[in-house]
């Protein structure tokens, strides 16, 4: 009997350890499952996509060029912008040019094959538009008058009907307003004279081709007595001066003057003596 109860402990206990190890390695198996991270969807790869055209950039728009063909039997292309300058290049008669730039009198231009060179005015007056027609340069001869600054011109006329020569030069402050200097010389029969004066002038229709001007000034005079005279003496004075005239759009840079001066020398604080004098010249302006 007692074989047979520790038999039937045996087997019991055999059972117990059975189940005690399955159980144990169940819980491993849920520890294990669970300290595993779960995994990531699979990502599937996208097609590489095709790269996108960018499209260049579109020039920037070149300025505004005149095109002229050449009618005469040739024009000839120079370096520079003057007669100084060497010719290089000769463009021949049904060519065509366009025009670049101006200097002046002088425009650069450029071939249909590429060359630059600089062409005078009078060449490109010979030349044909676009529509045949023989190109002006009118309306850029009325634009250098209008916007005309400096000026130099010399006259001849009278000083107390005596001969006179003079020059000035002016330039432009505003449309109506210029400062101008002027010297001039006398020479009379007996005596002779030199003066000098800074005067401001007003020309209130400046943009018209007949013109007139008003202007008033100080400046210095020299009375020069021949030296055969006795007592012939060197005076310096201080001279003021008032003048009224008129201007004349000749053509191209020049213009005709035309003015009627009134010029008071003071001798002394008592002693002042006044000149009359009038002058026609021509002058130049850029």
Do not use: C
């Not at 003079?166 to 001039?184: C, D, F, M, N, P």
Request: aromatic content about 12%.
């Amino acid at each position: 009997m007692m074989a047979t109860f520790l038999r039937s402990g045996a087997v019991v206990l055999a059972v117990t350890v059975g189940l005690l190890g399955a159980t144990g390695a169940r819980a491993a198996d849920e520890v294990v499952a669970a300290s595993v991270p779960a995994s990531a969807p699979a990502q599937v790869p996208l097609p590489a996509s095709a790269p996108v055209a960018t499209p260049a950039p579109a020039p920037a728009p070149s300025p505004a060029t005149e095109r002229l063909q050449v009618s005469d039997p040739y024009i000839e292309l120079r370096t520079g912008p003057g007669r100084g300058f060497p010719v290089f290049f000769v463009v021949a008669r049904a060519e065509w040019i366009e025009i670049e730039l101006r200097h002046t009198d002088w425009f650069r231009v450029r071939t249909a094959g590429g060359k630059m060179g600089w062409v005078s005015r009078q060449q490109l007056e010979t030349t044909l538009t676009a529509s045949g027609a023989t190109k002006s340069f009118r309306d850029i001869l009325i634009d250098d008058y209008l916007s005309r600054r400096v000026q130099l011109g010399a006259a001849w006329g009278r000083f107390n009907a005596e001969p006179m020569l003079k020059i000035w030069t002016s330039y432009r402050l505003s449309e109506t307003l210029s400062l101008e200097g002027t010297v001039g010389q006398v020479q009379g029969k007996f005596a002779g004279a030199d003066f000098w004066h800074l005067s401001l002038l007003t020309e209130p229709w400046s943009d018209q081709r007949f013109s007139p001007f008003a202007s008033i000034g100080m400046g210095k005079y020299k009375y020069v007595p021949n030296a055969s005279l006795v007592g012939a003496t060197t005076t310096r004075s201080k001279l003021a001066n008032a003048t009224a005239g008129v201007n004349y759009h000749l053509s191209d840079r020049f213009l005709v003057r035309a003015d009627y001066s009134l010029h008071t020398v003071f001798f002394s604080d008592t002693h002042t003596n006044e000149f009359r004098a009038w002058t026609l010249g021509m002058a130049f302006f850029f």
